[in-house]
């Protein structure tokens, strides 16, 4: 075989073994998902009260995949259609609602996002819509309080979702997602509960952590009265957001992990503060009338779209790699792109606080 014939024969070879690499096309089914749910909105702006001016109202769900299963949360928004603009809103739990059989792996949805409901409602009475994805009932208005006490939508899924699978193994990372919507209420840690006017100075941090077979997400909130007798809600919660398969262990995590000074700054009167952060808008109730520490005093995450990558291998073995956290990663968001660290407008170091007028 001459020179040229040698090179010919081998970029057909090449051509040939990069063909039998292409995988084959994911197959799609069609699962019934059939599920129930209840979710209450937090109440996020104005005095709770819709007085009869609406609610105008929005219902969206949307699924997402992990650990190879099929997820799903409902967004609930109940504006009222005049000032002060009473709003419920924010995203339900993440619920599982379909997992795959040994053998298959769930690997995308074509439609991921569904809107449901937009309408305004009028009157004391619950309306019923029907969807395609189920039957959607929402309560709006009532005599007294409504936002965050009265205010919630049912929904009765059941529907068929088409989704793309295959039979490849089950892969060695996998995504974790942050709970898109949460309400932390620190405990009362010193003084008398009342800030009285006074602040409170306020600082939340968020991080994600793990140890060998579970991740989970946790927030960090002090809200300190400025004057004596000093009266602090300080504390943290954690909540599990990834658990690993039997005969797994998590060796790291990809993306960004950490998040401090999320929102830190002097709350100076008796509104509910509202900030745009890298983990979406996040609500403060700080000061009012009457005690605050251990019973108002609160932060709300309204609508969280961040997942981490969980990087898994068999118990046992060597394999490990370190995690990939820290101010400069990526952080992920539940459509799959990357974003560069956003800034928050009330962050900096932790001593710099901002008063918010």
């Known amino acids: ?17 990069a063909g039998s690499a292409v995988p084959a096309q994911a197959e799609v089914v069609s699962p019934n998902l059939r599920d129930n749910l209840t979710f209450m909105p937090p109440h996020v702006a104005g005095d709770a009260e819709f007085d009869g001016n609406g609610p ?3 219902v969206k769900v949307k699924f997402t995949v992990s650990n190879n299963t099929l997820l799903y949360s409902v967004y609930y928004k109940a504006k009222e259609t005049k000032s002060d603009w009473t709003e419920a809103s924010g995203w339900s739990p993440t619920r599982t609602v379909y997992t795959a059989p040994p053998g298959m792996r769930i690997v995308s949805i074509p439609k991921s996002e569904h809107e449901l409901v937009i309408d305004t409602m009028s009157g004391h009475n619950s309306k019923t819509y029907p969807t395609a994805l189920g039957r959607v009932t929402l309560y709006g208005d009532t005599k007294g309080k409504d936002a965050g006490v009265y205010t919630r939508v049912e ?6 979702i088409p989704i793309n699978v295959d039979m490849n193994a089950p892969r060695s990372e996998q ?12 405990p009362h840690t010193r003084g008398d509960k009342d800030f009285d006017g006074n602040g409170p100075r306020v600082v939340v941090d968020a991080r994600v952590e793990h140890d060998s077979q579970q991740v989970y997400f946790v927030i960090k909130m002090i809200a300190e009265e400025t004057k004596p007798d000093n009266t602090t809600a300080s504390g943290e919660t954690r909540t599990l957001i990834y658990s690993a398969p039997a005969g797994q262990r998590i060796t790291s995590l990809g993306g960004q992990t950490s998040w401090p000074n999320l ?6 009167n008796h509104n509910v503060d509202k900030f745009d952060t890298p983990l979406g808008p996040v609500s403060v109730f700080g000061d009012h009338k009457g005690d605050d520490a251990g ?12 997942f981490v990558v969980v990087r898994t291998a068999p118990s046992g ?9 820290g101010g400069e990663s990526a952080s992920f968001t539940r459509s799959g792109g990357k974003n560069g660290n956003a800034k928050n407008g009330n962050s900096g170091k932790q001593r710099n606080f901002k008063h918010r007028k």
């Not at 929102?263 to 100076?268: G, L, P, Q, T």
């Open 155 to 160: 929904l009765n899924l059941d529907a068929a």
């Open 263 to 268: 929102v830190s700054y002097y709350d100076s």
């Open 317 to 325: 073995s060597l394999a490990d790699g370190g995690d990939e956290g």
């Open 295 to 306: 019973d108002y005093t609160r932060v709300v995450f309204g609508n969280v779209d961040k």
């Open 175 to 186: 995504e974790a997602y942050l709970p898109r919507t949460y309400t932390y209420t620190p």
């Open 1 to 17: 075989m001459n020179r040229k014939s040698w090179k010919l024969a081998a970029a057909l070879s090449a051509v040939l073994a």
């Open 56 to 58: 105008a109202v929005t």
